[in-house]
Structures are given as structure tokens and as C-alpha cells.
């Protein structure tokens, strides 16, 4: 037990850089996570689903001539 | 002569179903291009007046919109007899018509089952129809957002798919 805690105390205080790096990495790893999905972002841009609704009419159209 | 062969039945049901399509997508296309581009920009106080009175009239005619479009649609599709050919996209009927009608019905059943089993049973908890925490009101909130413009995206080859099977196929 007392080397766990030994060695628990040694990080902390010998790891001030590691620490810090730790801290950013799990920052950077957060804001990933608050990040948008590329669906999210498509259609929260109103113009951005409107193009990409003509883009599907094109691929439909595509399919419709492939079919025959 | 021709009038008494005029087939007022058919003519009814093509009716209601674009006279109800215009009802649901007029509404969708409110919600997308008008009203959630403004609430930001609404003062807070005023907020809950679109929220309370608008939104709920809003969605009562665009959910019972779509219901009919699809209603009235697939028994249109009985009538002229093509209902099978197009949920088939006609895959071996050699018809251009049947493919375009049939991925116009795929895609507005998709929208439909948006409206009814995404959209609304979020918007109800946004509204306050259906109690909710503050977070799950949030969560709901982007959902049903979400699945508007899924179809607001959608909606575009899907009138594509039923306009232009009657005009240019």
C-alpha cells in the first residue's frame, strides 16, 4: 500500500512536465469529442444539405439510367 | 363522352396527395429555411411564444401531412397499378417510370417515418407534451433537428424521383 501511494506521489511530483501533457492530451481528446461528426456539420449548414440534396438527385438519376 | 370516363376516383386520390405533400414539405421547408435559421436571432422573452403557440400548430399539420401524402400516394399507386413495380424500383419492368416513382416512395416513406417515430416523439419532449430533463430536452432538441434536415436533404431527390416520372421519363 505505501508503495503504491510512494509511487503515485512520485508521478505527481517528478511528472509535472508528463502531467502537463497529460492534461492537454486528455484537453485535445475532449474537444475531439465536443467536435462535430461530418453528418453533424453537413446539416447544421443549411446551404451545405441543400447541395448535397441536388448531389443525391444527381446519384439518383445516375441509378435510375444504370437500372435501364 | 370522355368525361363519363374521366376516372374521378384516381383524380380525387392524385388530388389529396399533392394538395397533402404541399401541406407536409411547405411545412418542412418553414421549419428549415425560416423558422430554426431565426429563433436565435429572437429575443429570449419571445422565444416561448414560437415555441407554445406556432411549433405545436405547425407540427400538427405537417405530421398529418405527411400521413395523407403517404396515404393518398400509396393507394394512387393501387389504383394505376404500379404500387408493386415501384417498391420493386422496377428491377426488371424495363420502365424508367417505375425506378423514379419508386425511389420518390422509398425516400418519402423514410421522411414519413421521421415525421412520425423521430421527429415528433423529440419534439413532444421539447415542447413539453412528454416530461423531460433539461439534458434529455437538449438531446431531443438536436435530434429532431437532425432528422428535419435529414429530410429537408431528402426531400429533394425525393420530388425529383415523383415529379419526373410523370414529365420526363
Request: proline residues 4%.
Amino acid at each position: 500500500m505505501p508503495v503504491i501511494a510512494d509511487d503515485h506521489r512520485q508521478t505527481r511530483i517528478c511528472g509535472a512536465k508528463l502531467s502537463e501533457r497529460m492534461l492537454r492530451f486528455a484537453a485535445r481528446g475532449r474537444e475531439r469529442d465536443k467536435k462535430e461528426s461530418g453528418m453533424d456539420s453537413l446539416l447544421n449548414n443549411l446551404w451545405a444539405t441543400i447541395i448535397a440534396g441536388f448531389v443525391l438527385t444527381v446519384i439518383e438519376i445516375l441509378v435510375i439510367h444504370a437500372i435501364h | 363522352m370522355e368525361f363519363v370516363a374521366f376516372d374521378w376516383w384516381t383524380q380525387f386520390v392524385r388530388w389529396g396527395h399533392i394538395i397533402s405533400g404541399i401541406m407536409w414539405i411547405g411545412h418542412l421547408w418553414y421549419f428549415n429555411f425560416t423558422q430554426t435559421p431565426t429563433m436565435p436571432k429572437i429575443p429570449a422573452e419571445l422565444r416561448p411564444a414560437v415555441v407554445r403557440f406556432i411549433l405545436p400548430e405547425a407540427l400538427f399539420w405537417f405530421r398529418w401531412g405527411a400521413m395523407f401524402t403517404l396515404g393518398f400516394g400509396l393507394v394512387l399507386a393501387y389504383m394505376n397499378g404500379y404500387l408493386v413495380n415501384a417498391i420493386k424500383l422496377g428491377i426488371g419492368d424495363g420502365n424508367h417510370k417505375f425506378t423514379a416513382i419508386g425511389i420518390g416512395m422509398w425516400l418519402g416513406t423514410i421522411m414519413w417515418f421521421n415525421v412520425w417515430f423521430i421527429i415528433m416523439p423529440n419534439q413532444n419532449k421539447v415542447m413539453g407534451v412528454t416530461s423531460a430533463t433539461p439534458d434529455e430536452i437538449n438531446a431531443a432538441r438536436r435530434t429532431a433537428g437532425l432528422a428535419s434536415r435529414i429530410n429537408t436533404m431528402l426531400s429533394i431527390p425525393m420530388l425529383y424521383g415523383m415529379v419526373f416520372a410523370g414529365h420526363y421519363y
